[in-house]
Structure formats: C-alpha cells, structure tokens
C-alpha cells in the first residue's frame, strides 16, 4: 500500500531562520506527483509547492523549495527566512495514476518572533 | 474567480438523519475527491470520481456515498450518520495531466457534528 510518513510531528523555528520539514514515501508507480500543502489555522488547504518524479531539478518557490530523492524516495521542504505567516500544519502528498491522493499526517509549525 | 465551493460549512445533525454536502468547481475539473480531517490522521480519501458518471472508492468509504451526474458537481451523501463520521470534510478537484494527479484545489471545509 501507498504511505507518505512525516516523521515530525512538531517543529518550531525562530523568525528569519532556515528550517526542513522531512516527509518519506513509498510507491510503486513510476510517474507520480509530489506536493507540500500548508493548513494555516482558517483550515484552507494552500498549495506551497509541486515536484513531478521524472523531472531531477528540485522545485523552488520564492523561500520554499525541496530536497527531492527519488531513489531514496524521500521529499523534504526546506523553508528559508521563516516569517511569522509560515506557521500552519503542513503536509507532504503523493499523488499517481491511480486517483488517490495520499496524505502525511502532518507536520505542525510554529515560528517564534 | 476559479474556486471550490461546498456548503454548507457548518452542520450539526443527530444520528440517522440523512444528509448532504455540495461540492461545486468552476474549474471545468475532470477530477473530483471528497477527504475527511480527523486530528492526528491527515486526510483520508473517502471517495473520487475521475469524470462523470466514474466513482471510485477511496480509503474510507463506509456510511458515505457520491454521485457525479454532472461534471461540476460532487455531492457527498451520509444516509444514516453516526457520531464517528464527526469530522471535517474537504471537496477538492483537479485537472488530470497526462494521466497524473495534478495539483488540488480545496474547498473551505465543512465542519459536520453527528450527536
């Protein structure tokens, strides 16, 4: 069966810091999407960030990006000059060829001014 | 302005009595997904549908159905609720690219209590 596993269920880190958030998973396909999404405490379901297996080059957006190691199948989200806004559940999802989306149970963040 | 919609956002309703939870996109979306939020377990696919007239099971599916008559409408109904369907609900549709699973877009989320 398809898991996503975040091993972290609780990570702080001090405002304009560097912190990253782990997240392995386990498929058989060969073609599938990653995803980070952000949960802020009005309970949206934000999309922070997108790798496709095939592609090698990791995916960046402004302060976030991911370590992708696909061999290792391990995603991590690393977040640069942490803000005060960043502070929300954040989870880590795989999604294939079959239809389903499977989620992580989530990482909580806290950033301390 | 392309979103999810559900209503209604907030229910609370007794055991037994039959209920249903719009979901529309405007999106034009061939994929839609219904998930449920329980605290220290993520989201839990409980049904999807990859286009209309096409339903799939998903996770947990049990005391839930859906329908997919039209391509922009993903209802989700419980036909006899109980207190352990007490959760938060979230539509979310996507494109399907090349086959794969593209991004989600989320609904706001629908707070249902079963007493």
């Known amino acids: 069966a398809q898991t996503v596993t975040q091993s972290q269920p609780e990570m702080s880190v001090q405002e304009a810091e560097t912190v990253t958030l782990s997240c392995t998973y386990d498929?058989?396909?060969?073609?599938?999407?990653l995803f980070w999404y952000k949960q802020p405490p009005s309970r949206q379901m934000i999309l922070v960030i997108r790798q496709e297996a095939y592609k090698q080059q990791n995916a960046t957006e402004n302060r976030f990006s991911v370590n992708f190691q696909k061999a290792a199948k391990s995603f991590s989200l690393k977040i640069s000059d942490s803000q005060l806004g960043d502070a929300a559940m954040y989870f880590c999802?795989?999604?294939?060829?079959?239809?389903?989306?499977?989620f992580g149970k989530g990482t909580k963040l806290s950033v301390k001014p | 302005e392309a979103q999810v919609t559900q209503n209604p956002r907030y229910l609370i309703t007794v055991t037994g009595k039959k209920l249903t939870v719009t979901c529309s996109q405007n999106m034009n979306h061939e994929y839609m997904s219904w998930y449920r939020q329980d605290p220290g377990l993520g989201l839990r696919q409980i049904y999807y549908?990859?286009?209309?007239?096409?339903?799939d099971k998903g996770d947990v599916p049990e005391g839930y159905k859906v329908s997919r008559k039209e391509k922009r409408n993903f209802p989700l109904i419980l036909e006899s609720p109980s207190p352990n369907q007490t959760s938060l609900y979230f539509c979310?549709?996507?494109?399907?690219?090349?086959?794969?699973?593209?991004?989600?877009?989320f609904g706001p989320g629908t707070r249902l209590t079963v007493l």
């Open positions: 999802v795989e999604g294939g060829s079959q239809g389903n989306l499977i």
């Open positions: 549908s990859m286009n209309v007239e096409v339903t």
């Open positions: 498929t058989s396909e060969s073609d599938y999407y």
């Open positions: 979310a549709s996507s494109s399907l690219a090349a086959r794969l699973l593209n991004e989600q877009f």
